[in-house]
């Protein structure tokens, strides 16, 4: 204590200033308890990790890195099926010229297994002839044409993390946004090894797909199964950015484990997922809603005097057949016994036809479009905990005194209409043209701007307003984020010689701001060993200058610097799909 305070007045004496041995967030944290402040994740207890997603031609992905060491395969999230599947190295014309990374190289990791017949769990048996090489094979067709088929395999896995470098050492970290944090939820992975691919599949940006549907294949299942996730459940937020960069646009996060607040707008209110819809989550839509154009992306209108209009259709028509949520799916599907009652309103409204050819539109002029309402039955005591009806967001209160606890999803037209580039025209991506007795689904474009929670165990999706702005969150928190690095850097790293032995990649050297006066430290070693000597010795031999108030001994960080953290609006010079291709059918089992 002595030798500590003795420190103490010799560093105020010399003017020096002392560096922490701990990374900007944590020293965050800690302070935040002693203030009395927790984190989302320490309030809830169930968060487990905040991944970034990005956005390809209509639809989202985030980063899956699998293999010893790990090689990256971006896949699109599909809450509509079980099977994860990427291209591996016996696929031939399997979209290389398209998607954003190669072929898994499955000879380069040390940890690939292919699954043996007498063990198969996602697929069947490829022969039962002793003589011939047997595997098990599974695979999906598609309504629209799409296929793909692949062997079963096995191998080390972790999703998120930093976009562009694979992570073999975790950081030591507990926030469930840091990046560097997400190899510490590495688990075995069973997937799919993808030998063929065709339609769509070739020509998407993303290399695969992640199965996150409710059943004991998916992707977040295997994880919560390996005890690398507490609670069954997920979060996905979905935003839209006015340009698709090849190299990776972040436009969402993935939450495993829960929902993290601190990307939440509004409160978060409830509807029930019931055990009948299967593997599927879905909903019940009570109504249907055209409000008039202007009044922004929420529920909470900008302008209280707009009208609302309900569309002439009953509660049996719209349930039919089942309402799933489908993730992986561009547009949304509603029943073709909405399209004439909901012509008719939408033409009270606006004084034209509503239809899903090209229109030519200002940006301006499409968000004088009206924003459609949709009314989802509500569970009722979960949303009685949130609050009053009219006073919480998303509730419908008033607007349905009968039902006041249900929940209110609003489709703005800038979710709804979506501009090509190729043509400079908008296409309404909101379609009525369902079979009734074959169901609707809530596309991507529907869950946008909400935080969307898939609670299976507890049969609950939970709805709250979203920017979805990970990087921005990320950087509010004191992490970096988890996208660019230093140009020409290889999203996949170095093969290993399946024969050798292997030693665990070491961290980069860190990474600190100039020094004045005497020689950089550059190694956390070097750091904690001059601190002890210090301890011993009790003087300091160097003096540090901190600048803006930002350092941290263990921190390896690069600044994004693709168009700063701050939510970017969309603008019709600016806004571009990057691509025609639709995988709205993509994801649509058969």
Known sequence: MFVTLFILHLHLALGLVQIPLFPEHVIRQRNRRLDGETSAAEEEGHATQVDALYQGYGTHYVDLWCGTPPQRQTVILNTGGPGTAFPCSDCHDCG??????????????????????????????????????????????????????????????????????????????????????????????LFGCQTSITGLFIEQLADGILG???????????????????????????????????????????????????????????TFHDEDWGRSYGVLIRKVYLREGGG????????????????????????QGPVIIESGTTDTYLT?????????????????????????????????????????????????????????VSLAGNLDPEHPYDVLLALPPTHYMELSEATGAYYARFNMEEPPQSGSLLGANAIMGHDVLFDAKNHRVGWAESHCDYTHLVEKEGFAPSGNVPPNF?????????????????KEKKQYPAQTGGESSNATCGAFCKLLWIFVAGFVASVFVIRQGKFGILTE?????????????????EYSTGHELELHEASRYT
């Open 336 to 392: 073709s016994k909405l399209a004439e009652p909901f012509q008719q309103a939408w033409k009270s409204v606006t004084g034209s036809a509503y239809n899903n050819r090209a229109v030519y539109l200002s940006y301006e002029q499409i968000q004088k479009l009206p924003t459609i309402i949709l009314q989802l039955q509500g569970a009722i005591e979960l949303n009685k905990e949130v609050g009053d009806p009219n006073k919480v």
């Open 212 to 270: 996150m549907d409710n059943s004991d294949k998916s992707f977040w299942h295997q994880m919560y199964e390996a005890h690398m996730m507490e609670e069954e459940k997920f979060s996905l937020c979905y935003s839209r950015q006015p340009h698709v960069n090849r190299s990776g646009t972040e436009s969402g996060a993935m939450t495993l484990g829960g929902t993290d607040d601190r990307l939440h707008l509004t409160p978060m209110v409830f």
């Open 557 to 573: 960080r690069v600044r994004r610097l693709t168009g700063g953290s701050e939510y970017q609006h969309m603008f019709p010079n």
């Open 96 to 189: 290389i010229d398209y998607h954003v990374d190669n072929y898994f190289q499955e000879e380069n990791s040390i940890s690939f297994r292919q699954v043996s017949c007498d063990e198969c769990f996602l697929g069947t048996k490829s022969s039962d002839d002793p003589s011939k090489q047997c595997y098990c094979q599974f695979g999906v067709s598609y309504m629209e044409g799409s296929s793909w088929r692949a062997k079963e395999s096995l191998d080390h896995c972790y999703i998120g993390g930093l976009h562009n470098r694979p992570i073999s050492v975790d950081d030591g970290g507990h926030d469930d946004l840091d990046p560097e944090h997400a190899v510490a939820f590495a688990f075995d992975l």
């Open 296 to 319: 922004g992306d929420s529920i909470n209108s900008t302008d209280p005097s707009l009208k609302i209009i309900q569309v002439d259709v009953s509660e049996e028509a719209l349930n």
């Open 490 to 506: 290889s999203p996949v790293a170095a093969p290993v010689n399946p024969l050798s032995p292997v030693t665990a990649p070491t």
